[in-house]
Structure formats: structure tokens, C-alpha cells
């Protein structure tokens, strides 16, 4: 159904924009609207596939507990990072930082609407708040690496240790509540 939908999208994409390439004069806008008409139908298609996959409860639970252990690991990872920070030169920080985080942030990048779905967009915001500060520091301690500020990454590190283990505290109390509701 996801392919056939992503199909149908591309291929009304393309008839549309092919029909408005020819002559104004004579547009043919009957087929332009045929053509608007199969990708509206694919898009509605790949969009019913996604609500779908987003609130079926076997993903839901494998999402929330990759979201759980990427973030654990984030934590984990920073405070290692914060412990060894007087040892490592400036410009090695961006390299550390793309080692030790990047796959984790994707993941739960990937991942963090199941937070929503399982437990509401209150604790959505609570959660992704902190976590797109820590996120956004750690963007921040990149640049003042690859620039030479070591006092500047070092303490953006520390507040970025600060905004992890917040959103992970703010995420172990949501799961908490969301195993509680589901064990009844």
C-alpha cells in the first residue's frame, strides 16, 4: 500500500507538472486535474499508511523503548564526554560528538512521535523541550570546537548533560505512567 501510494504521488507529480509545461493556450485541464487528482489519491494513501504504522501498539511499544535506551545512552555518552572534557583537545569535541551522538539523536529523531501517541502532547513538549535544548548545545559545542573555543564547549557540554538528563528524567516518568495505564 506505501509503495503504490508513494507511486501514485510521484507519477500525478510528474503528469502535472508536465501538463503545465505545454502551451497555456491549450493547457489540457482535464488532465491536469486527473493528474492532481491520482497524487492527491497516492498521498492520502502513504499518509493512512503512516497513521497506521505511528499508532499501531507493537511499534508504539518498540518506538518508546528505542527512544528510552537512546536517550539512556545520550546521557550516558555526555556524562563520559563532561568527565573527560580537561583531557581533550578543542577540535577533537566535534569528532567525539559525531562519533558518540549521532546515531543516537537520528534514532530518536526517528522515534519521538510515539511519545505523542502514547502519551499525549503535554508530555510530547515536556519531553522534546529539554531535549532540543541539549540537541541544540550540542550543535553549539560542535561549532566551538571546529572555531577553537574550549571554553565555550566545555560549558555548553555541561548544560547539555543538564537538558538530556532532564528530558531522560521527563521520559522515565511518562513511560512509568504509560506502563501503569497499559497493565490494567
Known amino acids: 500500500m506505501l509503495l503504490l501510494g508513494y507511486m501514485l504521488l510521484i507519477i500525478g507529480a510528474l503528469a502535472a507538472a508536465f501538463t503545465t509545461s505545454l502551451d497555456p493556450a491549450t493547457l489540457p485541464w482535464g488532465y491536469y486535474a486527473v493528474a492532481m487528482v491520482v497524487g492527491a489519491v497516492g498521498l492520502v494513501m502513504v499518509k493512512r499508511h503512516q497513521h497506521l504504522v505511528a499508532h499501531d501498539p507493537e511499534q508504539l511499544e518498540e518506538n518508546l523503548g528505542q527512544l528510552n535506551d537512546a536517550l ?7 556524562e563520559q564526554l563532561v568527565d573527560r572534557r580537561h583531557e581533550l583537545p578543542v577540535h577533537e569535541y566535534r569528532f567525539e560528538i559525531d562519533r558518540l551522538f549521532r546515531a543516537d539523536l537520528n534514532q530518536f529523531a526517528e522515534a519521538r512521535y510515539s511519545i505523542r501517541h502514547s502519551c499525549g502532547v503535554q508530555v510530547f513538549a515536556d519531553v522534546m523541550s529539554p531535549f532540543a535544548a541539549g540537541e541544540r548545545y550540542i550543535n553549539r559545542i560542535w561549532s566551538a570546537s571546529a572555531d577553537g573555543y574550549l571554553e565555550e564547549a566545555n560549558t555548553y557540554l555541561v548544560r ?3 537538558q538530556f538528563r532532564e528530558a531522560r ?13 497499559t497493565s490494567y
Not at 72 to 78: F, N, P, S, T
Not at 169 to 176: N, P, R, S, Y
Open 72 to 78: 539512556g545512552r545520550i546521557v550516558m555518552e555526555a
Open 169 to 181: 528524567a521527563k521520559l522515565t516518568a511518562a513511560l512509568a505512567t504509560v506502563a501503569v495505564k
Open 160 to 162: 547539555a548533560l543538564e
